[in-house]
């Protein structure tokens, strides 16, 4: 969960949407939710345990009282119900929050494109940590363990696809999710692909055009109107399963370019777009 500047392998989508659903439960002490989330005869330490109950302390889902020595839950039951419904509460929640580390790793991964595929999660954080110019030791500053963090909650949120530690860039989910929750599109008709953009930029800023993408680096390099690979593979799933439908009129005078794929029926150029549903 991107609340806090760096992530650490312990900190799983899954453990944090455990925690909740416990306390959402049972009122419980701290103690007795790490008795039966972190058995003593797993792990001693409860190192596990503490790192999820921070994150999500943090991330104020949960609170702890401690005159009564209670932990509350601080979000809806609703939204924590299963991981679809968490997955879109943690999205709306972390969004909120401009400057959080998390989201500006997310939008640099989506534009180095094909690259990714070939990088380990330390070439990651070196080239991150380059190209943000963070001092040694910086409390942003990333390492492999934190990207490996990173991977796990990027394609929980919906940014791509984990296949054998890497991150295919696919923001299918993350689209459906964004076009489920805001009406704000007309829906059944063919509109222009720019106006589409404009509420894309709006509604999720890490994503292209928004506003945490093109704050930075490397947002200018991409050419005018060009699609990151993870937008252009999401929109082409979402294109095959008719949740959306993609044109291009060759006569359009505003023509958008999707990172082109010589095996899809949308090859590149797109000019209009409709929302099914």
């Known amino acids: 969960m991107p609340f806090i500047p760096r992530l650490a392998n312990t900190m799983m989508p899954n453990r944090v949407l455990a925690l909740c659903q416990l306390v959402a439960y049972k009122s419980l002490s701290k103690q007795q ?3 039966l989330l972190q058995p003593n005869h797993l792990n001693n330490a409860k190192s596990q345990f503490s790192d999820v109950f921070r994150l999500a302390k943090e991330g104020r889902l949960i609170e702890e009282d401690k005159t009564i020595d209670k932990v509350n839950l601080l979000v809806n039951k609703k939204d924590i119900e299963t991981p679809t419904t968490f997955r879109r509460l943690i999205s709306r929640l972390a969004l909120s929050k401009s400057d959080l580390m998390f989201y500006k790793f997310t939008s640099w991964y989506l534009m180095r494109g094909a690259k990714v595929f070939g990088e380990s999660s330390k070439k ?3 080239e991150f940590n380059s190209e943000m110019q963070f001092e040694k030791d910086s ?20 940014y791509g696809f984990l296949n054998s530690g890497v991150v295919i860039p696919n923001t299918e989910i993350r689209l459906a999710d964004l076009l489920m929750e805001n009406k704000g599109l007309t829906r059944g008709q063919f509109i222009p692909f720019a106006e589409f953009m404009k509420w894309l930029s709006t509604t999720s800023r890490e ?12 947002a200018g390099e991409l050419p005018s109107q060009t699609l990151t690979l993870g937008l252009s593979s999401g929109l082409r799933a979402l294109h095959d399963h008719k949740i959306i439908e ?6 359009a005078l505003d023509t958008w370019f999707l990172t082109k794929c010589n095996t899809h029926e949308i090859v590149m150029e797109v000019s209009e777009i409709k929302i099914r549903r």
């Open 33 to 35: 939710l790490s008795d």
């Open 124 to 126: 990651l954080a070196d």
């Open 207 to 218: 994503l292209d055009g928004g506003e945490i993408f093109n704050n930075s680096k490397g």
């Open 246 to 251: 993609l044109h291009y009129q060759s006569d």
């Open 139 to 158: 409390p942003n500053e990333f390492n492999d363990t934190n990207i490996n963090a990173w991977k796990s909650w990027a394609s929980f949120l919906g």
